[in-house]
């Protein structure tokens, strides 16, 4: 449940230099993002308030130790909540994977020096636009083209990450698995519904089988886990994977996995 999550908040803590005594504002917190945030914030001792949906999972997030939890679902809400929360104070970092009211509410929140860090893909704000609603430091955050264009600096940041697992300063999330090739649709029925806690996971059956039988056709295929998932199947013996996407072209650092795929 922890490199790709991990990392993607250490990047965001990094660019951000959150530190001991900083605000931190963490959307979706109970999330496998949201979650992992959470534990990283309290190990600089930073503090943290964050958004959730239903109400079990306000309860779940206030348990982690964080101080203020606000909705992820209504907009104005949120807009109207997150300064009273705050008492006024403003947040060195905002974690951002929502969209719509949640952006420029966020962003209201960030102080002087804050910076803004998008896991989002959808209504994202371009850098002019974040900078027009008076947010200096704006960055969007993809650990897949990251790691396809810097593989030594990903390899550092996993063997810090082993690390902390060693000395027992992260542990693993809380994961809902569902086998890939029986459930996926209810894996999917769960994230759509909002009731995952942590991670959702699909596990591979053993290779072989039915596994690569028949025709595949991937939605989001040319982007990052598209490549890498047609790769994997080419790989245990599927023949002509069907890529579809909405624009028809690669994601952004994609040409070396279209390559390998080729």
């Not at 990251?146 to 990450?161: F, I, N, R, S």
């Amino acid at each position: 449940t922890l490199p790709t999550v991990w990392s993607t908040v250490h990047v965001a803590f990094s660019r951000a230099a959150l530190r001991a005594g900083h605000g931190a504002l963490v959307h979706a917190t109970a999330g496998g993002i949201g979650l992992a945030a959470v534990e990283y914030a309290h190990s600089l001792r930073a503090g943290v308030a964050g958004s959730a949906g239903r109400p079990h999972k306000h309860g779940l997030v206030r348990a982690q130790g964080v101080r203020q939890v606000l909705s992820s679902r209504d907009g104005a809400a949120f807009a109207r909540g997150g300064g009273l929360a705050q008492g006024g104070r403003r947040v060195r970092l905002v974690l951002n994977s929502l969209s719509l009211d949640f952006i420029s509410a966020s962003a209201a929140l960030l102080a002087e020096g804050g910076c803004f860090e998008e896991i989002g893909k959808r209504g994202v704000w371009s850098e002019a636009r974040m900078g027009g609603a008076g947010v200096a430091a704006y960055d969007a955050v993809a650990l897949d083209s990251m790691m396809a264009a810097e593989p030594v600096w990903m390899q550092g940041v996993l063997a810090q990450l082993s690390a902390r697992l060693g000395r027992g300063a992260a542990r693993g999330l809380p994961l809902h698995a569902f086998d890939l090739a029986r459930q996926w649709e209810a894996a999917f029925r769960l994230l759509q519904g909002g009731g995952n806690v942590g991670k959702v996971v699909l596990r591979l059956g053993a290779a072989g089988g039915g596994a690569t039988a028949g025709g595949h056709l991937l939605s989001g295929g040319t982007g990052g886990l598209g490549l890498r998932t047609a790769r994997w199947l080419a790989a245990r013996g599927a023949r002509g994977p069907v890529l579809a996407s909405r624009g028809g072209t690669l994601a952004r650092g994609g040409g070396r996995e279209w390559a390998q795929l080729a």
